[in-house]
């Protein structure tokens, strides 16, 4: 399948810091890329979906402002991280699907290896 | 109701067991199936797309029922590697084509 990656793996910071974190598909190209997060015991949640060229959609309830995405190449989707705070601590993980990948593969969705980040 | 439901599990079997896990969807409109394999703190990985009736892979049997809104999945001759969290997917055209999680069935396979 389809190769992401995301860097980095692990990120430890201070309240109050921002943190970029990169997602990247290795050997197709994605207009659009999803970032996750995931708290302990608890499913995926959906938070934005970046779409290459144009701006962000979010989810109901995450805030634009503090989770910026920017996605300026078919390849390359960064997500912000604006004045962590502890309670930002979480698991974030990107994914992407190969739009010229043929039905019934098209709607495959592979997922980068995430990224644990923990405020302090 | 939650749009996509499983069985949480714990599920424990021996090696070489054979183990099913269902999972319902709410939306009628969905159009696409997947399950994934998500280790504890690892990303999910594709397991397996569900077409059409179903498919097979392996070890692995998927099965779609469009009727009755589920999709199940049967692991035979278990193995310890096997233990994981199975997370159930959906598409519907009207979410946007973003996946729609379940919560996760978790697998135990023990020697």
């Known amino acids: 399948g389809a190769v992401v990656s995301q860097h980095p793996s692990r990120v430890i910071c201070k309240s109050g810091t921002s943190v970029k974190i990169e997602c990247r598909s290795l050997?197709?190209?994605?207009?659009?890329m999803f970032w996750y997060r995931q708290f302990p015991k608890q499913s995926l949640m959906l938070m934005a979906t970046?779409?290459?060229?144009?701006?962000?959609?979010?989810e109901q309830g995450v805030e634009k402002d503090k989770f910026l995405i920017n996605h300026a190449s078919l390849t390359l989707s960064t997500l912000t991280v604006t004045s962590a705070h502890p309670e930002d601590s979480s698991f974030y993980i990107c994914?992407?699907?190969?739009?010229?990948?043929?039905?019934?593969?098209?709607?495959?969705?592979?997922f980068g290896p995430g990224t644990r980040l923990t405020v302090l | 109701r939650k749009e996509v439901e499983q069985d949480p599990g714990p599920f424990n079997v021996p090696e070489g067991a054979t183990v099913a896990f269902n999972c319902t969807y709410s939306?009628?409109?969905?159009?696409?199936f997947f399950w994934y394999r998500q280790d504890c703190r690892k990303e999910p990985k594709l397991l397996m797309s569900?077409?059409?009736s179903g498919n097979e892979d392996g070890r692995f049997t998927a099965q779609l029922n469009r009727a009755s809104q589920y999709i199940s999945l049967l692991i035979r001759d278990s193995k310890l590697s096997d233990s994981a969290t199975y997370l159930c997917?959906?598409?519907?055209?009207?979410?946007?084509?973003?996946?729609?999680f379940g919560a996760g069935t978790i697998l135990r396979v023990k020697s």
């Open positions: 569900v077409y059409s």
């Open positions: 050997d197709f190209q994605a207009t659009t």
């Open positions: 997917v959906v598409i519907a055209m009207e979410y946007g084509n973003k996946l729609v």
């Open positions: 970046s779409n290459e060229g144009s701006k962000a959609t979010y």
């Open positions: 939306n009628s409109a969905s159009q696409s």
């Open positions: 994914s992407a699907r190969d739009v010229l990948a043929p039905l019934p593969t098209y709607n495959e969705q592979f």
